[in-house]
């Protein structure tokens, strides 16, 4: 893209010991093609070489110590510098590559808010068979309970402004791997069809290990669809980061304790 993009970024990435596949995602990220472009972990006690990493790549780390994939992303959104907001895993499944496509279309289209289907586009490796069927079971009930049309659930990639926000409604509550059906399930309730959009990318295998734990949070975030559905889906923690989280914008980030 030869076109410098009118717009300030944030990339976002959560990460609980990505040490083997933080350098590549972050390297992957286009660079030159917005105004202002701040990529960032928000980092939940990772014991490896993660937080070092990121700071050799000039990456701003900001430390949220209470677990989660949820409460990482619930702190991130709230202390994010830029309008626009990338998530992704830091584990090279997502296509950093198409960053600057994604954001000039939630620009030219005038949209809020899009997520990337992995689904259509898989590539061979990339989903285990059990990982595959979990991933089509919950988008099918999400689907069926809320009517929304989204193909994959689970993405967690969007492409977004951060000013939805401004809305609580569209504040997130779950601090676990279900905040990824709920932000979802927000988008298309609150911003509806025609500015909350799918696009689907192509999704590569991971690099390093996952801490996923397959059954524990199919099931979780299958009983977090049907609590959510009925009106029973709690908010356990507030919304964003806690005061004394270290940042390394603030220059306070302590010694890594391994
Ligand atoms: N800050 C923080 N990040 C987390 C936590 N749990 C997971 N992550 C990060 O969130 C992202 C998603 O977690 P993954 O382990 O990739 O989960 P997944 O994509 O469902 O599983 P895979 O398909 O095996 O990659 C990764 O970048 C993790 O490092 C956590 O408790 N805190
Ligand atoms: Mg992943």
Redesign the pocket.
């Known amino acids: 893209m030869v076109e410098v993009l009118p717009v300030s970024v944030t990339v976002l990435?959560?990460?609980?010991?990505?040490e083997e596949a933080l350098g590549a995602t972050v390297d992957a990220i286009p660079r030159g093609w917005c105004d202002s472009l701040e990529i960032m972990i928000?980092?939940?006690s990772s014991t490896d070489r993660t937080r070092e990493i990121a700071l050799e790549k000039d990456v701003r780390v900001h430390l949220?110590p209470r677990?989660?994939?949820g409460?990482?992303y619930r702190t991130g959104f709230a202390v994010a510098s830029n309008d626009i907001i990338v998530t992704m895993?830091?584990?090279c499944?997502y296509p950093a590559e198409l960053i600057p496509e994604l954001v000039k279309k939630l620009i030219d289209d005038d949209l809020k808010f899009i997520t990337c289907d992995r689904l259509s586009m898989a590539e061979s490796g990339s989903?285990s068979g059990l990982?595959g069927f979990g991933n089509w079971v919950l988008s099918f009930t999400a689907r069926v309970l809320f009517g929304y049309g989204i193909k994959d659930s689970?993405s967690?990639m969007w492409v977004f402004r951060k000013d939805i926000f401004e809305n609580e409604k569209m504040r997130p509550t779950n601090d676990g791997?279900p905040l990824s059906e709920e932000v979802k399930i927000l988008a298309r309730k609150h911003l509806g069809k025609k500015k909350a959009i799918e696009i689907s990318v192509p999704y590569r295998e991971?690099v390093g290990e996952?801490?996923?734990h397959t059954w524990g949070d199919g099931w979780k975030n299958l009983r977090f669809l049907y609590a959510k559905r009925i009106g029973l889906a709690r908010k356990r923690t507030e919304w964003g980061p806690l005061e004394d989280n270290p940042d390394s914008l603030n220059n306070d980030l302590p010694e890594q304790k391994n």
């Not at 990435?13 to 990505?18: A, D, G, I, S, V």
């Open positions: 990435l959560p990460t609980r010991n990505e928000v980092d939940g949220e677990k989660g994939y409460r990482a895993d830091a584990d499944t989903m990982h689970q967690g791997m991971r996952a801490e996923i």
